[in-house]
């Protein structure tokens, strides 16, 4: 395997082509205001749109992992007034995966209106489904031009979406291509902000990394005998809250576990919960904490290999999942959380565990809470530890620093490592080769999948196609997803009025992964209410549920066979039934399953032509 491209150093922007900029007549050569107001205004109004649309995309940031942030703005053709709200016929933006595309949703509540109008995209289309629903919504709608912000930063989805629509005849213009004037390039930097944890995924391979911490005005994150309750403000406690929210999951070390015992919820915020993940290489962590109750978060102790093996073992009974490294450090901690397909991760560790997560280059971001109350104290522990740095030349210097008021706080926030723009290297369409969906991207014989985002991602049972299938009574119900109909298929037939509010609650829940988060919480707090019979029957009823998806949309089967010859492995690191597991270690029934149906397939395939060719 390939090993992933080294991080520049810690401060360096890397080396980023320049576009060449339209030059710009200085104020005195301008001419009549009505000679050049069209394109400048045409300019100006595309930037402001499509500002607006990574607008509307940063409502999803927290709950699309691992889709990116998509925002779309459905402009009319110029009408008579300079209210530019008065434009916007619809917008949208993806909630999660598995939901209806941010375009779909732009397109349907613009109705009429867009036809012959313009949409905005902070970020190029990126399907995996095989349906090319994002396309095909603008497509139908009648839209005549599409403006993008970023073209797509993973390869195998880069540029596709944007020569489906040329080919359909809509034009395309993309910012830094086709869009070159300095006035987009405020938009230009909301488009990178909004998708920031996708591009660094993209090109460090590994997620977005947020180190948070709280201070005082002489830099001291706790007094020297280690109290800490409180640094900053309620106001700041309020902030970090929407920052975890908007995170796949939060770490801390063994120190923080044992001194503080945090929650580490995203309380007073709604929706999306982040993975806890406490560090700890020797595992001597408390045997009663707020972490182990995984009711209100799931929580994972990355430990070292072989720490603590009862204890280990004590937490599982809790449901805490416990991952052993060969070494513990952050740079392995973080490549496994890219396997899981985690976009951003926040860092509210102690000092030491903060250096060595720097020193690592895994941190890309800082939140600094500067509260203003002094503390003192020689011992007193500071956010960060020791980094090796003698002389302040050695400094590690913020990029696009932006400071905030929170009530008495101040909240200074700046960037270690610059957000990639991945755009300047990506080859014009012309270059692109399309891709075969026939062709494996691994060189064996192996098909992985595991998130939305990989090429085969349709295998998932997140994908958003909804399947028609029998309750227990025989009555037809249509279900958003398949992991809806197995998640709630747990409660089914179960004779208890709760039960059966569970299975409606599941069928209601807005995305696969609420559905998933439901149903596995439900089922660990009232384990009374499983039918008895769940674990013999759970592998039949994905089955099922499977066979439903397959046969109600023939291009799933089309990809499917596709895949003929090759093994199939759902390769998610953490779930070692349907999964392949993180060494390999998994049973992979999900990928099992899809093989057998792909097997019944092509015998049905098989035996209709053999049935033709004796009739003849």
Not at 266 to 273: E, F, L, M, T
Not at 511 to 540: C, H, N, Y
């Amino acid at each position: 395997m390939l090993a992933p491209p080294a991080p520049p150093p810690l401060g360096v922007a890397p080396a980023r082509a320049s576009y060449p900029l339209r030059p710009v007549p200085s104020r005195r050569c301008l001419p009549a205001p009505r000679a050049v107001s069209a394109a400048a205004a045409s300019h100006a109004h595309d930037a402001v749109f499509l500002r607006r649309a990574a607008e509307v995309a940063d409502r999803s940031a927290g709950l699309t992992s691992p889709h990116p942030n998509f925002g779309c703005v459905i402009a009319r053709p110029q009408l008579e007034t300079e209210n530019l709200d008065a434009w916007v016929a619809g917008e949208g933006f993806l909630y999660a995966q598995g939901t209806p595309c941010a375009e779909l949703i732009a397109a349907d509540q613009a109705g009429d209106h867009a036809r012959g109008a313009t949409a905005y995209l902070n970020l190029e289309p990126g399907d995996c489904y095989g349906d090319s629903t994002a396309v095909s919504s603008l497509v139908q709608a009648g839209i005549t031009r599409v403006v993008v912000g970023l073209r797509h930063p993973l390869k195998h989805l880069r540029g596709k979406a944007i020569q489906s629509l040329r080919s359909d005849g809509i034009q395309v213009d993309v910012v830094g291509e086709d869009l070159q004037s300095k006035l987009f390039k405020e938009a230009l930097t909301s488009c990178l902000i909004v998708n920031a944890p996708l591009l660094y995924r993209a090109a460090f391979r590994v997620p977005f990394s947020v180190l948070k911490y709280a201070m005082t005005a002489d830099g001291k994150i706790a007094a020297s005998s280690g109290h800490a309750s409180w640094v900053s403000g309620r106001a700041s406690r309020g902030r970090v809250f929407e920052l975890r929210g908007r995170s796949d999951a939060v770490i801390v070390g063994g120190n923080t576990v044992r001194r503080d015992d945090p929650r580490l919820t995203a309380r007073h915020v709604k929706g999306h919960v982040p993975v806890r993940i406490v560090m700890s290489q020797t595992c001597n962590l408390p045997e009663e904490a707020n972490l182990w109750n995984v009711h209100e978060a799931y929580t994972i102790v990355a430990t070292q290999r072989g720490a603590r093996r009862d204890f280990q073992k004590k937490l599982a009974m809790k449901g805490v999942e416990v991952v052993e490294f060969d070494m513990l450090n952050p740079r392995d901690v973080m490549s496994y959380c890219y396997d899981r397909g985690y976009l951003s991760v926040l860092w509210e560790c102690g000092g030491t565990l903060s250096a060595a997560a720097i020193s690592a280059r895994v941190i890309h971001k800082v939140y600094a809470f500067c509260a203003p109350k002094i503390i003192g104290g020689a011992n007193a522990p500071t956010p960060v530890g020791e980094l090796g740095m003698n002389q302040m030349t050695q400094a590690i210097d913020l990029i696009d620093v932006s400071y905030e008021q929170i009530d008495r706080d101040m909240l200074m926030s700046g960037f270690i490592q610059p957000i990639p723009d991945l755009s300047p290297v990506i080859p014009s369409v012309d270059e692109i080769p399309s891709v075969d969906p026939e062709v494996s991207p691994y060189e064996t014989n192996i098909i992985s999948f595991y998130k939305t985002w990989d090429t085969f991602g349709v295998f998932s049972n997140f994908s958003p196609h909804p399947i028609h299938m029998p309750d227990e009574k025989g009555d037809c119900l249509t279900w958003p997803t398949v992991e809806h109909y197995y998640q709630a298929h747990k409660f089914a037939g179960v004779d208890n009025p709760q039960a059966r509010d569970i299975v409606k609650e599941i069928k209601k829940a807005r995305s696969p992964e609420e559905a998933a988060r439901i149903g596995r919480t439900r089922q660990r707090e009232f384990p009374e209410l499983v039918r008895p019979d769940w674990e013999s029957m759970k592998i039949d009823v994905m089955y099922r549920a499977l066979k439903c998806k397959f046969s109600s949309y023939p291009h799933l089967t089309e990809m499917l066979l596709s895949t003929a010859g090759s093994v199939l492995v759902e390769s998610s690191p953490h779930d070692l039934f349907w999964g392949g597991g993180r060494e390999g270690e998994g049973l992979n029934y999900l990928g099992r399953l899809l093989m057998q149906l792909r097997s019944e397939i092509l015998g049905t395939v098989r035996t209709s032509a053999e049935v033709a060719t004796d009739s003849a």
